[in-house]
């Protein structure tokens, strides 16, 4: 087993660009493909990058997705912030069929 | 188009049984690999269970031996059996979908109560 860890909270001002990490404790990050889901206050989660760095249809590009075996570390990255980005931000892998998330990311837009 | 609609969710007595649902439209569920996810109020995400096209099911710690993922490949549903419930359970109960090479889809989610 392992843990994802995140960062509490972030905050960035609108048009810049925030980096959420998201760091494994025990095994590769390659392992196992990392997600990563928004969910805006009242709302179900939504995939906002799949696969490590695959973003689906209707996702604005300004998301990206990465994974850093050096540090051990998966990054999603943020550009030319939008007040509409403000939200709860989580990564998730998995391991023998079992998913793991991360304790999740609050990522204010001020 | 994909979607996903859970309901069941409710009240109930700590110990006591309930069956969520989960209807899946735009897609067949015996292809693709199914999760419950659950969400207590003010808390993260939490993995519940996974089942693969094949019908395995993996559970986490916290619900194994008590809960049951299943499906209806003729209704196209997927099920979560939950019995001896606690407080702890408690929780936003979502079901997802997953293929590999797409991303995952959520459903909006059904609230458990588990209270006297």
């Known amino acids: 087993n392992f843990m994802l860890t995140q960062p509490h909270s972030v905050s960035e001002s609108p048009g810049k660009t925030v980096t959420i990490s998201c760091t494994r404790s025990?095994?590769?990050?390659?392992?196992?493909?990392v997600q990563w889901y928004q969910q805006r206050p009242g709302s179900s989660p939504t995939t906002v990058i799949y696969?490590?760095?695959?973003?689906p249809s209707g996702v604005p590009d300004r998301f990206s997705g990465s994974i850093d075996s050096s540090s051990n570390s998966a990054s999603l990255t943020i550009s030319d912030l939008k007040t509409e980005d403000e939200a709860d931000y989580y990564c998730?892998?998995?391991?023998?069929?079992?998913?793991?998330f991360g304790g999740g990311t609050t990522l204010t837009v001020l | 188009e994909v979607q996903l609609a859970e309901t069941g969710g409710g009240l109930i007595q700590p110990g006591g049984s309930l069956r969520l649902s989960c209807a899946a439209s735009?897609?067949?569920?015996?292809?693709?690999?199914m999760t419950w996810v659950r969400q207590a109020p003010g808390k993260g995400l939490e993995w519940v269970s996974l089942?693969?096209?094949?019908?395995?099911?993996h559970y986490a710690d916290s619900v194994k031996g008590r809960f049951t993922a299943s499906r209806d490949d003729s209704k196209n549903m997927f099920y979560l059996q939950m019995n001896s419930l606690r407080a702890d359970d408690t929780a936003v109960y979502f079901c997802?979908?997953?293929?590999?090479?797409?991303?995952?889809?959520w459903g909006q989610g059904t609230l458990v109560t588990v209270s006297s």
């Open positions: 997802t979908r997953g293929r590999f090479g797409d991303p995952i889809y």
């Open positions: 735009g897609f067949t569920v015996s292809y693709n690999y």
């Open positions: 089942t693969y096209n094949h019908d395995k099911s």
């Open positions: 025990s095994g590769r990050i390659a392992s196992d493909y």
């Open positions: 696969e490590d760095n695959q973003r």
């Open positions: 998730q892998s998995s391991y023998n069929s079992n998913w793991v």
